[in-house]
C-alpha cells in the first residue's frame, strides 16, 4: 500500500478502521490481533521467527527519505518523511546512520505513518533524537524469562532511547508523544510505579505501542481519532 500518497483524510480512515483492532499488550491478545508465529530461541533473550508465511501475511516496509537517496530515485515521495538517524558503530567510533526502511505490522503502519507526518508537518521532527528500534523479536527487556516483547509482533517503537530508557523520567517532548497518542499509540512514559505519579521506576519513555492502554496510562486525547480528526 502506497501510504506516502495518501492523503491525511484517507490516512485516518485507515486508522479509524484499525483502532478497534487494537490488543491488550498481553501475549494472548498480540497472538489474537497479530497472528501466532513459530519461534525458536537466540542468544541474550532474542528470537528468531522461523514463520515465514506469518511474516510475508502481517509485516510490511515504510520507506523513509534515505531509501530515494540510495536508488538515486528523482522526486521520491517516501513515507516517512525526516525520519530520525540510528546510533550505531563505524570503525569503533559512534556513528549515526539513517536506515531506508522500517519494519512494522500491518495493523500499526497507517498509525505510525499518520503520526510522523504530524511531527514532521508541526517541524517537530529535531525533537526526536533518534529512532532505536521497531520490529525487534525478543522477551522483554531482552530476558527469556520474561512474556515475548510487543516489539516481536512489530506493534512497538522506540525513539530517543539515550534520553529516555526505562525507569528513568521521560524526557521526551510531549507535543510528540500526544501526537501518536492522539492516533492510538500507548506511551511508555505514562507507565508509573507502585509509589505514585512521581515513581517513574516502570516508566518507559523511548516506547510507544499500538496496543490498547491501560485506562490510568491513557493520555490526555487518546482515542480522540475516534471523535474527529486532528487538525
Not at 516483547?149 to 521526551?172: C, E, Y
Amino acid at each position: 500500500m502506497d501510504y506516502a500518497k495518501m492523503t491525511i483524510e484517507e490516512l485516518a480512515a485507515l486508522v479509524r478502521k484499525n483502532l478497534a483492532l487494537r490488543p491488550s499488550s498481553d501475549t494472548a491478545s498480540l497472538n489474537a490481533a497479530c497472528g501466532r508465529f513459530k519461534y525458536r530461541s537466540a542468544p541474550n533473550g532474542t528470537i528468531v521467527i522461523t514463520d515465514p508465511e506469518w511474516t510475508a501475511k502481517n509485516i510490511v516496509s515504510l520507506t523513509t527519505q534515505e531509501y530515494g537517496r540510495r536508488n538515486a530515485l528523482k522526486d521520491f515521495l517516501p513515507d516517512l518523511a525526516g525520519w530520525p538517524p540510528t546510533p550505531t558503530v563505524r570503525n569503533g567510533k559512534p556513528a549515526f546512520v539513517t536506515v531506508p526502511k522500517v519494519w512494522c505490522h500491518r495493523l500499526m503502519a497507517p498509525a505510525l505513518v499518520i503520526a510522523w507526518r504530524i511531527v514532521y508537518l508541526e517541524n517537530l521532527q529535531s525533537k526526536v533524537a533518534t529512532f532505536d528500534g521497531l520490529w525487534v523479536p525478543r522477551h522483554q527487556l531482552f530476558n527469556p524469562s520474561r512474556p515475548l516483547s510487543v516489539h516481536s509482533w512489530g506493534m512497538a517503537i522506540d525513539f530517543a532511547a539515550r534520553t529516555n530508557g526505562f525507569g528513568a523520567k521521560p524526557q521526551l517532548d510531549e507535543r510528540v508523544s500526544r501526537i501518536f497518542e492522539f492516533y492510538g499509540f500507548a506511551w511508555g512514559g505514562r507507565w508509573r510505579g507502585r509509589k505514585g505519579k512521581d515513581d517513574y521506576s516502570l516508566a518507559d519513555g523511548m516506547h510507544f505501542e499500538y496496543c490498547d492502554p491501560l485506562e490510568y496510562a491513557r493520555g490526555p486525547i487518546q482515542d480522540g481519532v475516534l471523535k474527529k480528526d486532528r487538525p
